[in-house]
């Protein structure tokens, strides 16, 4: 496969520095059996600039620095939108007690709430601080938005934001076709569908972004 690979990534430069449009580049290798998805790459390898020979772009690279630093914006990120989360159904429960829950009745109700509120006194300025320090550096270098860690964590947040929203459209099908709907078990799925929707809405829109803009 890399033999192969490595062949296409030839034939491209080589086509393109022939001066072959790219939409001919396409049709010949479709026709001779390569998939869209190893084309795709290969031809995004070069910039669409008028040059005598092709112009490679920035590759995806992994930085130990960058690592860290977004390991610990989106770690934070998961901390403060769970706690957010649990201190909301907290607020509702005590606004909107079940009788026939004596959990928030105890002392079990205040510890929870105290949990989530130092969490988010301090894990949701820790993830403000570190994206200003990214947004920062990709506004000095806009390579670095080809960081391979970047990527990697921006589809898990979004991936685990589609499995939070898809789970809360469930509970809420089922409860509607049991007909328990109240208006605690509304509020919650309201708190975790804008939770989990802005997540999901904010990074989506950062990567069609980046798609157009690149």
């Given at each position: ?158 991936f685990l934001a589609a499995v939070a ?23 919650k799925v309201l708190v975790v569908g ?21």
């Amino acid at each position: 496969m890399a033999t192969s690979t490595e062949e296409l990534q030839r034939f491209v430069r080589e086509a393109l520095a022939q001066g072959q449009p790219r939409e001919a580049i396409v049709a010949v290798l479709a026709q001779a059996g390569w998939p869209p998805e190893h084309v795709e790459p290969a031809l995004a390898a070069y910039a669409d600039t008028p040059f005598p020979i092709p112009v490679p772009r920035p590759r995806p690279y992994l930085s130990p620095r960058e690592a860290f630093l977004y390991l610990l914006m989106f770690a934070t990120l998961y901390l403060s939108a769970w706690h957010l989360g649990s201190l909301v159904f907290d607020l509702i429960n005590r606004a909107l007690p079940d009788p026939a829950d004596g959990m928030y009745a105890s002392a079990a109700f205040d510890h929870s709430m105290r949990w989530s509120v130092a969490t988010l006194v301090v894990a949701f300025p820790v993830f403000l601080l570190v994206a200003r320090v990214l947004s920062r550096d990709l506004a000095a270098t806009p390579a670095k938005r080809l960081s391979a860690v970047r990527r990697w964590l921006t589809y898990l947040t979004l991936f685990l934001a589609a499995v939070a929203l898809v789970g809360d459209l469930i509970a809420l099908v089922y409860r509607l076709l049991g007909g328990e709907l109240s208006l605690r078990f509304m509020l919650k799925v309201l708190v975790v569908g804008v939770i989990a929707g802005g997540v999901f809405g904010y990074y989506l829109g950062e990567l069609r972004r980046e798609e157009r803009e690149g």
